[in-house]
Each structure stands twice: as structure tokens, then as C-alpha cells.
């Protein structure tokens, strides 16, 4: 759906109202994160504006934390003046400070919350009610006449004494439950500082996590972006080349039907001046015809003599003008600037026909002789313009050639840009439809060799279905060839086992053999005989009689 331009402009514009979309919605989400930054900075202000109170009632210094909003996130802070920032005398100083007191007295009026109020300096801050009302700052004060020893005391004043030190150690209990509730308090409120910074910093850590997912969403579509803008840019070259070679095809068809005509008009030249040359040629051979006739009329047995005096070759020298140029180049119109035969009038030709004295017959008359030299002039002359006519014809050949050469290269050079203009044509609509698509992939699912060339070219998206039935059919595979090792492996354990015992059994009957042939060549002695008939255990029976009779 992204082949036309107009298409391209309008994902793009679709693709970074999105990003737009995106960024507004994480906008939202700081601003809400500010609220909860200062709502929670004012629940820790509230907490140390108690512990500072329990501090002092303890008499004890600590540390207190302070959380306070960033200039960033408080942009409206540039807007003010701060008087350590005027560096100039304030001349209205104490009517400016009275209008100052006076504004912020009637802001806290107005922002005096009323119900806190009252909570606070009727319970303490709490709804519970207080523990006593007792005020531990004071002291009980021993009284002047009980400042003596208890021998000197009588019943009434030894009475008020005890009562006076009961009061005290309650006294003293009390503190010390006080100050035990105020350390547990603290201990609390501190406690509660930290779970909220804790609860800050998880929402905070929330707000990071989804500030990279929507860089990498925006980042994403940016590159999509650039992507279509690319392609845009492809497209835009594609033009400009299809442009050129149109151009090129123009201009060199017009240059191919000047050059057409002008070979054209030059061939209808060429054909006309062959036709004139030929005339000359029949010319010539028709005067020579007669002349032979007149010859055996006129000289009869000498006519063969004259006539070859007649055909004797002459020397001639062509000179052109020094003003004369040749071009090959030029167009059909100019013809008399442009011809390279237009200055062959110009030529001049010198014969050198003269014939000897001596070649003159003495019996010939004068009239018969100028009949001759009247002869042999025509011919010279005759060959004077033949010879021009080849030198002409030679040269309108040769540039007739080179016109139809430089023809035939206009030609295939046409053929040459018009065969690159289709096939720019069908790869233009090749990439023109070819269009780059964006997925996002697992890690593991890309199996390409990864470089620092961003396109893979050598690359095939395939369908995961498909990966897997072929990963099933490997391990199956997989299986069976492991399978089949297996059986090998017990085949060849169970042949080892055949070999071992055939082994096993032959060692075992050459032992048997060896035995037979031992006991075969074996001398039989005395004392076999003797184990023949009594065997071994009657031998041992005798030998221990022997030794108990000694």
C-alpha cells in the first residue's frame, strides 16, 4: 500500500503523529509524577516539622531530610527575582517589605486550614486523646520546711515528705514513659520518611522502565521513518534518471534523423555524380570507337601506328587550392559551406601531351598530322576530366562512408541507452515495489551472521511454523541415525563376543591335542605303574605308616 509517493508522506505524517501520541502520554505521566513528588515532599515536611518538635522536647539534635523539587521541574522558578539576584538599591525597601508581610499575612489567612488547626491545639495533632495532662517541663519544688533531716521532722511534716517523694517518682515514671513514646514516635516517623522515599523511588524506577520502552517504541518508529524517507529518496534518484535518459533519447533520435537525411540527400548526390562519371566512361569509349574507324580510313596501312600513338599514356599533375577544407561534419542544409567537393572546380590539371618530331612519318601531309594532333587533343582532354571525375568519386565514397558509419554508431548508441532505459525501467518497478519491512525478533531467531552492514541482503524471512516442523524432522533423524549406531554398536559387541569364545574354544583344543601327544610320548616308569595299580592316596597311606614307625 506504500508504492505511491503521496502514500509515503502520509505514513510518514501518520508514523510521527504517533510518536506525538506517545510522547504526550509519557508527558502525562512525568506530570504525574510530579504531583506525587510534591505531595510526597509535603508529607515529609509534615514529618519533620514533628520530629523537629520531638527533637527539642528530647533536647537532642538530628538530622533531618529535606527533599526539595529540581529548577528543571519547576520552570516557572525562572520567572522570579530573587532579591540576592537585584544587586541594585532598593530605594522603597521598608514600603515594599510592609506590602510584602502584608500580602503574605492575608495569603496565610486565606490558606489557614481551620479544621488542622483546631486538631492540632485541642488534640495534639491526633484524634486519640492525650495520655495526661500532666506538663513535664515542670519541677516540684522541695518545700523550705521540709529541708531538714528526717530525726528533726515531726509526724505530719515526715507524712508530707513521703507524699513529696511518691509525687516525685511518679513524676520521674512519667517522664521516662513520655520520653520513651516520643523515642518510638521519632523512630516511627523516621520510619514512615523512608517508606515513602522507598514508595517514590519504586514509582520513580516504574516511570524510568517505561521511559526506555518508549524511547525504543519512538526510536522504533523513527526508523521507519527513515526508512520510507530512503525509499522516498530512491525514488526521487529513479526519476531523475529516468529523466536524463529520456533526455539523452531525445537528442540522440534527433541527431539520428538529421544524420538519416543527410546520408540520404548525400547518397541521391553520390548516385547522380556515378551516373555522370559513367556517361563520361561511355563517352570516351565511343570516341575512341571512332576514332579507330576514322584512323583506318584516312591512314589505312598506318592506322595501327597512329592509333597507338593515339593511346600513348601522358603525364598528368593534379594541384588543388590552398584554400581548400574537407569536412566530414555538418547538417543536410549547408551544403555549399559544408561539401567537401566544392572547391574541386578550383583543381588545376596539367597534361603533358606533346608528342616528338621524330614520331612523325615523312610521307605524311599536314592535314592527315593536324588530324592527328586534333585527335590526340580531344583524348587528352577527355582524360583530363575522366581522371577528376575518379578523384571525385573517390572522395564522395569515402565521406559517403563515413557518414553511414557515424550513422550506424548514432544508431547503436541509441540501441545501447534505449535497452538501459528498460531495463532501468524494470528494476525501477522491481524497487518501487520492493519495500522494506520492519519485525521485531526474539534473540535467537535471527540465524544470520551479524555485521555492521545493517541490510542483509542474502537474507529469507521464514515462518516459525516451519523452522520447527524442519528442527522436528532433524531430531528425528537425529534419533533414528542414533538408533542405528546403537545397533551397530551392539552388532558388532555381540560379533566381538562370537570371535572371543570361537578364539576361546580353538586355544582349548590345541590344549587338548598338546595333552594327548604329552601323554602319548610319555615313558611310562616305575612309579606310574605303581600309581596305575594303587593310585595316589594308597602311595601317601604307606609313606605317613613309614614316618610314624620311625
Not at 490558606?111 to 488534640?123: F, N, P, Q, V
Not at 563517352?283 to 592509333?307: G, I, T
Not at 593536324?370 to 568519386?393: I, V
Amino acid at each position: 500500500d506504500l508504492y505511491s509517493h503521496h502514500r509515503k508522506m502520509s505514513q510518514i505524517t501518520l508514523l510521527e503523529h504517533i510518536i506525538y501520541l506517545k510522547k504526550r502520554e509519557f508527558n502525562r505521566e512525568i506530570s504525574n509524577i510530579l504531583e506525587i513528588k510534591s505531595s510526597e515532599i509535603s508529607k515529609v515536611e509534615e514529618k519533620n516539622e514533628r520530629i523537629l518538635e520531638i527533637c527539642k522536647e528530647l533536647g537532642e539534635s538530628c538530622e533531618m531530610f529535606h527533599p526539595r523539587l529540581d529548577d528543571d521541574e519547576v520552570p516557572e522558578r525562572v520567572l522570579k527575582v530573587l532579591d540576592s539576584e537585584i544587586s541594585a538599591e532598593n530605594l522603597n525597601a521598608p514600603q515594599a517589605y510592609q506590602s510584602t508581610v502584608d500580602s503574605e499575612t492575608k495569603s496565610q489567612k486565606k490558606e489557614i486550614d481551620w479544621g488542622e488547626r483546631g486538631l492540632k491545639m485541642m488534640m495534639g495533632g491526633t484524634l486519640e486523646g492525650r495520655a495526661s495532662s500532666t506538663n513535664f517541663d515542670e519541677e516540684l519544688v522541695r518545700p523550705d520546711h521540709l529541708n531538714k533531716s528526717e530525726t528533726d521532722m515531726n509526724e505530719e511534716e515526715i507524712k508530707e515528705f513521703n507524699e513529696f517523694k511518691k509525687r516525685m517518682e511518679l513524676l520521674e515514671e512519667e517522664k521516662a514513659k513520655h520520653r520513651k513514646s516520643l523515642e518510638t514516635e521519632l523512630k516511627k516517623l523516621q520510619g514512615q520518611i523512608q517508606e515513602i522515599c522507598i514508595f517514590f523511588d519504586e514509582q520513580l524506577g516504574k516511570v524510568f522502565n517505561k521511559k526506555l520502552v518508549v524511547d525504543q517504541s519512538i526510536y522504533e518508529e523513527e526508523l521507519k521513518i527513515i526508512k520510507l524517507a530512503q525509499l522516498m529518496n530512491e525514488e526521487e534518484e529513479r526519476d531523475k534518471k529516468s529523466t536524463d535518459l529520456i533526455n539523452q533519447l531525445q537528442l540522440l533520435k534527433q541527431e539520428k534523423v538529421k544524420s538519416a537525411t543527410h546520408l540520404t540527400e548525400y547518397k541521391r548526390q553520390l548516385d547522380q555524380f556515378k551516373s555522370q562519371h559513367d556517361q563520361l566512361l561511355n563517352e570516351d569509349k565511343q570516341f575512341e570507337r571512332s576514332v579507330k574507324k576514322s584512323f583506318e580510313n584516312e591512314f589505312e596501312e598506318r592506322a595501327e601506328y597512329f592509333f597507338k600513338l593515339f593511346k600513348r599514356k601522358t603525364k598528368m599533375v593534379l594541384q588543388a587550392s590552398p584554400q581548400r577544407t574537407v569536412s566530414f561534419l555538418g547538417s543536410p542544409n549547408d551544403t555549399q559551406e559544408n561539401d567537401p567537393f566544392a572547391d574541386l572546380d578550383s583543381v588545376k590539371v596539367y597534361v603533358d601531351g606533346t608528342i616528338d618530331i621524330s614520331d612523325r612519318p615523312e610521307d605524311i601531309d599536314d592535314t592527315l598530322w593536324n588530324l592527328f594532333q586534333d585527335a590526340r587533343a580531344k583524348r587528352l582532354e577527355n582524360e583530363s576530366e575522366l581522371r577528376k571525375a575518379d578523384s571525385t568519386l573517390k572522395d564522395m565514397i569515402k565521406y559517403h562512408e563515413h557518414l553511414l558509419e557515424r550513422d550506424n554508431q548514432l544508431g547503436k548508441k541509441f540501441e545501447d541507452i534505449l535497452r538501459d532505459f528498460r531495463d532501468f525501467n524494470a528494476s525501477s518497478v522491481v524497487q518501487s515495489t520492493n519495500l522494506e519491512v520492519l519485525y521485531k525478533l526474539k534473540q535467537g531467531q535471527v540465524e544470520v551472521e551479524q555485521n555492521s552492514a545493517v541490510n542483509q541482503i542474502d537474507s529469507a524471512l521464514i515462518h516459525r511454523f516451519e523452522i520447527e516442523e524442519l528442527n522436528a524432522a532433524i531430531r528425528n533423524l537425529g534419533k533414528e541415525k542414533v538408533n542405528l549406531l546403537k545397533e551397530m554398536s551392539n552388532n558388532k559387541k555381540t560379533i566381538k563376543q562370537k570371535k572371543w569364545d570361537n578364539k576361546k574354544l580353538d586355544m582349548h583344543s590345541e590344549d587338548l591335542i598338546e595333552r594327548t601327544k604329552y601323554f602319548q610320548l610319555l615313558r611310562v616308569t616305575k612309579h606310574l605303574q605303581e600309581l596305575k595299580k594303587g593310585g595316589e592316596e594308597d602311595t601317601h597311606a604307606v609313606e605317613i605308616n613309614k614316618l610314624e614307625k620311625r
